[in-house]
């Protein structure tokens, strides 16, 4: 994932403000899902920029894990090789290598030791989703001192030696500038050191005991409190057999009890409470292995349905039911008609009520999810026709029951571990025109999401280069304009090619350079896109790429704020070797290829700087002296020709902004123009 400079504070996890806000829980709130901090998976990593800050009325698929959750994950690690992790510490603080490889499998800690090491060694954790099958995925990064980047291949396959070369190259770069990196494998992903010098830790889960009364230390704020209450549960068996990330789960459950309305009831009944709500999947389980028989089994199915529609009114509710019945080869039984048992028995007997205004509830908040687990877990024949039946009622009532489906399969999928079935939604929806919001709001969480990201990147890529309809186009580019405000390489990757086949591809570069965060990124792919249509280049793109370039180049060096062009003030706060370049090829390539109108009113703003400010004077003019001097050794007829077309523009410039004979050719000197008394007609 590219970062811009000037990001902020923030670490993405899951859906607020979004369609997917339902995932959030909300204080006396029903309906809604838990969010899970564990040690593992505790990050749903991604960044959000402080001027990219996203609002509930964007629906964008993106929330925020703010830098005190980074501070707990930090303060709550318990290390499964106390000496490995001290090392690897060590070397990613400053006069250390800066770069370290966490090795393990899912549910040992992985995640949690890698945030916790750049989190200790003083270091604010920036995740990068980069795409393995790019030769530089990190085209556009710059590496901030005192960020740590964190690089997740895991789950990726073999890595390709161009993805294993720049991602040494990038580790050099981060440690040079005082940032440093580590990166999370699976143990037998990782046969070579491609980067010398990294500190590798085989990631170990820790004792269980330790984990939970860390973790519920830090929730409690009592240390010796919480030790005596591990020693307690671990005591009464509710740690047998748990990972390190129930281990924290256990912990919040423990607080939620210590802390809420039972805080003042004796010891035993809160012990006996914990165990009720952290075990709850026990009561779901009796549950359906007394549902049995005819009415059983439709009691089954009518659970299931109000675990995807709750929140629906309870008639629409049941009439899904009786969908879900077709689609499972199940009589449907009558409820509502002459001869049903009614409404209220049918929600009675799995454990659901109508309220007031005719929604249809479960007793207990969490049972929705508690259902769908089991269902995913212990009758895994019924997944797939359970999620073609809850794509089907998104796209039968519209927008909004979509928005709602959405955020509690992927609550499920995440849980579950089930990407693919998460694909799978995304491809049921993404040719429905009235569902747009829904796939933009889903696909947005969902590649920014860990467990998600690669699959769905992946089948995104391919809509890109080949979209199935025009509606497909119109939610691929939209989905990239969302998600490109955190991973703005990853975005454009898919836009390069989206851009040949479909006109909305460029409202989507439009939407992302509203961002100043977001030029650098910007102007690096729209460079490499017109250099890639050049004829002497082996690997030539078309001209209608070539084209979509220049356009949104020239739209990125008129871009300006308060008078000042945007690009020019990055550098001017931010000066730099790398900056210099940026802006001399961004004007090479628009004196060779923008038109000119659109170069005279670029070339407007840069005027004005140059006139009013010292520091801008010097690098307007020695970002337009290396855009007409072009590369070393080039054709003197280039070089006049790129002279001729500034000329001609500063003339016309000069003329629009009302500026006198002489205000411009101190800018016309310096730059080795001929003045302008002396110009020929």
Not at 81 to 110: H, K
């Amino acid at each position: 994932m590219a970062v811009a400079p000037g990001s902020g504070e923030g670490l993405v996890r899951i859906v607020p403000g979004s369609p997917l806000d339902a995932a959030l829980p909300v204080e006396g709130g029903r309906g809604r899902l838990a969010v899970r901090d564990g040690v593992e998976g505790v990050l749903h990593c991604a960044l959000v920029m402080e001027d990219v800050r996203l609002t509930a009325s964007e629906r964008v698929g993106l929330g925020w894990l703010l830098r005190e959750h980074q501070e707990f994950t930090a303060s709550s690690f318990v290390p499964g090789d106390g000496t490995g992790f001290a090392e690897l510490c060590a070397g990613l603080r400053e006069g250390g290598p800066g770069c370290g490889v966490v090795l393990g499998l899912p549910g040992e800690g992985r995640t949690g030791t890698a945030v916790a090491a750049l989190s200790r060694a003083g270091l604010v954790v920036r995740p990068l989703m980069a795409d393995t099958d790019e030769d530089d995925p990190f085209q556009g990064v710059w590496p901030e001192e005192g960020r740590g980047y964190l690089v997740d291949v895991s789950g990726a396959g073999p890595l390709p030696d161009a993805f294993l070369r720049a991602l040494g190259d990038f580790a050099v770069v981060a440690a040079h500038g005082g940032a440093a990196l580590v990166v999370i494998a699976d143990p037998g992903q990782w046969d070579i050191a491609p980067i010398p010098g990294a500190v590798h830790l085989r990631a170990r889960p820790p004792e269980r005991r330790e984990v939970l009364a860390a973790h519920l230390g830090c929730l409690l704020g009592d240390r010796h409190r919480a030790a005596r209450w591990a020693r307690e549960l671990d005591g009464c068996g509710m740690l047998r057999g748990a990972t390190p990330g129930e281990a924290a789960a256990l912990a919040r459950t423990a607080h939620a009890v210590l802390t809420g309305r039972e805080r003042g009831a004796g010891e035993l009944e809160q012990i006996a409470l914990i165990r009720e709500r952290h075990r709850g999947g026990g009561e779901v389980a009796a549950w359906f292995a007394d549902a049995t028989g005819p009415d059983g089994v439709w009691s089954r199915v009518v659970v299931a349905a109000l675990a995807v529609l709750e929140g629906e009114p309870v008639e629409a509710a049941l009439e899904g039911a009786r969908g879900l019945a077709g689609e499972l080869g199940v009589e449907p039984r009558e409820t509502d008609g002459i001869a049903g048992v009614g409404i209220g028995p049918t929600l009675e007997r799995v454990g659901a009520r109508r309220t007031a205004a005719g929604e249809v509830l479960f007793e207990r908040e969490d049972r929705a999810d508690r259902v769908l687990e089991h269902l995913w877990a212990e009758h895994p024949g019924v997944r797939a026709g359970l999620v073609r039946w809850a794509a089907a009622e998104a796209v039968r009532r519209g927008p909004e029951t979509a928005h709602r489906i959405g955020a509690r399969l992927f609550s499920l999928f995440d849980r579950c571990a089930a990407p693919t079935a998460l694909v799978g939604l995304f491809d049921a929806w993404v040719g429905e025109s009235e569902l747009v919001d829904a796939v933009v709001a889903l696909s947005s969480a969902a590649l920014v999401h860990p467990r998600f990201a690669r699959a769905l990147r992946e089948r995104l890529y391919e809509e890109a280069r080949a979209p199935a309809s025009v509606v497909t186009a119109r939610v691929v580019a939209r989905v990239c304009a969302e998600y490109g405000k955190a991973d703005p390489v990853g975005a454009l990757t898919r836009l390069k090619w989206l851009v040949e086949v479909d006109e909305d591809a460029e409202a989507a570069l439009r939407e992302l350079a509203r961002h100043e965060g977001l030029h650098p990124a910007l102007v690096r792919a729209a460079l490499e896109w017109i250099g890639g249509a050049l004829p002497w280049n082996t690997g030539s793109t078309s001209p209608v790429r070539a084209d979509a370039g220049v356009r949104l180049l020239e739209g990125l060096v008129a871009a300006e704020a308060d008078g000042v062009p945007v690009l020019l003030a990055r550098h001017l706060r931010e000066p730099g070797e790398e900056g210099e370049r940026l802006l001399g090829s961004a004007w090479y390539a628009l004196l060779e290829f923008g038109a000119h109108e659109r170069v005279r009113a670029a070339l407007r703003p840069w005027l004005r700087a140059a006139l009013a400010d010292g520091a801008g004077f010097g690098e307007v003019v020695y970002a337009l002296g290396c855009a007409v001097a072009g590369l070393a050794d080039a054709d003197p007829d280039a070089v006049a020709r790129r002279a001729a077309r500034l000329d001609r523009a500063l003339t016309e410039a000069c003329t629009r902004e009302g500026l006198g004979p002489d205000e411009g050719e101190r800018l016309r000197e310096a730059l080795g123009l001929a003045p302008a008394r002396d110009r020929t007609a």
